[in-house]
């Protein structure tokens, strides 16, 4: 099989193919600054035509934030950098590596402040997207044979992007009208230019939705919140691609995010990532609740491998991917997150061999 049909097989059909899949993602500081020390030939060779991962994506929707233009450099020290982004965020980050922004200032503070700048995202803007990237992106995947998807950042991290965790927080359960229109204005935004992308540029494989709904010990608000004032919007735009246009949609959700499986279910997501282990997520547990209700990619634990011990990193992969094959469950190989740069590429090289020992149905 070639990846592309290999992934079909996994995330459409949600059966088991001639292996297990293959993709991952990565702290770009990984490759950049510490594989490239330990082997890896070369910054400029792709790590997914490298180790020939079955699927390549990118974002076409490049510049959704309601504050477009507006982004720059606001000051610096020789550690960090403080960037206000065109969502309106103010964030401090490391300059020499990655992590979790601290969130100085939000430009909008309240209802009256997104009033005053929603009708911003009511036009169509096709500097807002990049069809030639787009059109790069399907070039690849059909002369390698990869499974393609187009990425996106949908209305809950898009929330959380352009008023902050805590005001986010208290306006779904103190201004859900509030939350409403926004979700409603991003929804409208998103199906406008996607049917403009895919006209313009072609149609992949798939959607990679992203939205971190959970943190380490549950979800940000509780299953009935999400019902009422997400899921809508959810099932909105996944129709919109799976009716619409024949799209699978995978889904990124960081944290604990147990309780929202059957959220993503009844919204009609194909394939859940990237199950955090770190947060108490188990592929196992997953899938022998849900069945092939979902394909599952990830849950190998970052942490574990990150100690580079080959005994820790055999027992995490072989338990999780070869308990997937046992199952006979649709399964894609990745970690709980991202590849951190403490995994040695040594270690990273040890667990494709143990995939393609093991890796087959």
Same mark, same amino acid.
Not at 137 to 152: I, K, N, P, Q, V
Not at 276 to 291: F, H, I, M, N, S
């Given at each position: ?76 020290? &020789? ?64 002369? &390698?044979?990869?499974?393609?998807? +187009? ?38 935004? +998103? ?104 394909? +599952? ?48 590429? &040594? ?13 087959? +149905?």
């Amino acid at each position: 099989m070639t990846g592309r049909e290999r992934f079909i097989q996994l995330i459409k059909h949600k059966q088991p193919a001639d292996r297990v899949g293959l993709y991952e993602h990565f702290w770009p500081e990984t490759v950049r600054d510490y594989w490239v020390q330990q082997g890896y030939p070369s910054v400029d060779v792709p790590v997914g035509q490298y180790f020939k991962y079955d699927m390549v994506h990118m974002w076409p929707v490049s510049d959704p934030g309601v504050f477009k233009g507006e982004d720059g450099l606001v000051s610096e020290t &020789e550690e960090t950098k403080d960037f206000r982004n065109g969502f309106g965020a103010l964030s401090r980050y490391w300059k020499n590596k990655s992590g979790t922004p601290a969130h100085l200032d939000f430009m909008i503070k309240d209802r009256p402040g997104w009033d005053a700048v929603r009708d911003r995202l009511l036009s169509f803007d096709a500097s807002r997207t990049n069809v030639d990237g787009a059109k790069e992106m399907l070039a690849t995947a059909r002369d &390698e044979g990869r499974y393609s998807a +187009y990425g996106f950042c949908f209305v809950f991290e898009v929330l959380r992007a352009t008023i902050g965790d805590v005001l986010m927080l208290e306006s779904l359960l103190l201004e859900p009208d509030w939350i409403k229109d926004f979700c409603r204005v991003y929804t409208d935004f +998103y199906k406008e230019h996607f049917a403009y992308v895919l006209r313009e540029a072609g149609t992949p494989d798939a959607v990679f939705m992203y939205e971190d709904l959970g943190f380490t010990n549950g979800l940000f608000c509780s299953p009935k919140v999400l019902r009422e004032l997400i899921l809508p919007y959810y099932k909105e735009i996944l129709s919109m691609f799976k009716d619409d246009y024949g799209l699978n949609v995978l889904v990124h959700s960081c944290g604990d995010i147990r309780e929202a499986v059957p959220i993503f279910i009844e919204a009609g997501v194909d394939c859940l990532q990237p199950m955090e282990a770190k947060a108490g997520v188990d592929v196992l547990d997953l899938a022998d609740t849900y069945g092939n209700q979902l394909a +599952y990619m990830g849950n190998i634990n970052a942490q574990i491998l990150g100690t580079n011990d080959k005994d820790k990193v055999r027992a995490e992969v072989e338990r999780k991917m070869c308990g997937m094959i046992e199952r006979r469950m649709p399964y894609i190989l990745h970690s709980d997150h991202s590849v951190p740069p403490n995994v040695d590429f &040594e270690t990273y090289n040890f667990m494709m061999q143990i995939y393609k020992e093991k890796g087959a +149905y």
